[in-house]
């Protein structure tokens, strides 16, 4: 069974531009999560999508944006990026449904990251 | 809102057994999650705690406290390739798994 992909592994950009990442889940995982891991700062919850629809969102500007497809892959957008938007984009996958307790709910597969430099 | 509280850095030699606290607060509480990542790799899932109590897989438990609002995870037999930043998690109020920010083990030999 593959596993969660991202793309594009590496980019770089300049400040002011704007940057779309794609993630393609697990086959059958509906649920997919994104989050912005920088040093000294972990992991950060940016959104969750479950059925294409954005279910959770963490405390991000609005540059920050994401969708999902009816094929449960996934793209998030930055606009108008800063220097501190240089980071590691992880997403990942899982059989969440929204039942805390379900099995799964709490197993996320992730990525391999887009590692985003803004120079 | 929801954080994770666990040691930024923990050191440790071959063989001995070290243990991750993670101290929580959550509204609403759905478990705590452990996630191990190498440097350069993508976070992988090691354990869970529903319940409180010792969850045991191979030389790595995890352990919950819900009364403490505490878990732990202990690796025993310590080898080098156990260094890596170890991750608590749990779901905040509504669906999203929120992270601490990372307990970094270097295992010398």
């Known amino acids: 069974k593959a596993g969660v992909t991202q793309t594009p592994r590496y980019l770089i950009k300049t400040r002011g531009q704007q940057v779309t990442l794609s993630c393609s889940p697990i086959s059958g995982h509906r649920s997919v999560s994104w989050y912005q891991q920088t040093p000294g700062q972990g992991l950060q919850f940016l959104f969750e999508y479950f059925s294409e629809t954005q279910r959770n969102k963490g405390n991000f500007p609005g540059r920050f944006s994401g969708r999902q497809f009816s094929n449960s892959r996934s793209e998030m957008n930055v606009s108008t990026l800063e220097l501190g938007d240089s980071a590691l984009y992880l997403c990942?996958?899982?059989?969440?449904?929204?039942?805390?307790?379900?099995?799964?709910?709490?197993?996320?597969?992730f990525g391999a990251g887009s590692r985003l430099t803004v120079l | 809102g929801q954080s994770l509280e666990q040691p930024s850095e923990v050191t440790a030699v071959e063989g001995a057994i070290v243990q991750i606290n993670c101290t929580y607060q959550?509204?609403?509480?759905?478990?705590l999650s452990w996630y191990q990542q190498h440097d350069g790799g993508a976070p992988t899932f090691l354990s869970y705690?529903?319940?409180?109590g010792l969850e045991e897989t191979g030389r790595f438990s995890s352990f919950l406290s819900r009364s403490d609002s505490y878990g732990y995870l202990l690796l025993q037999e310590l080898q080098m390739k156990d260094s890596a930043s170890y991750f608590c998690?749990?779901?905040?109020?509504?669906?999203?798994?929120?992270f601490g920010k990372g307990t970094t083990l270097s295992v010398s030999s």
């Open positions: 959550t509204s609403g509480f759905y478990g």
């Open positions: 990942a996958s899982s059989q969440r449904t929204g039942q805390q307790g379900a099995p799964g709910a709490n197993v996320l597969t």
């Open positions: 705690n529903g319940l409180d």
């Open positions: 998690a749990a779901p905040q109020a509504g669906t999203a798994l929120i």
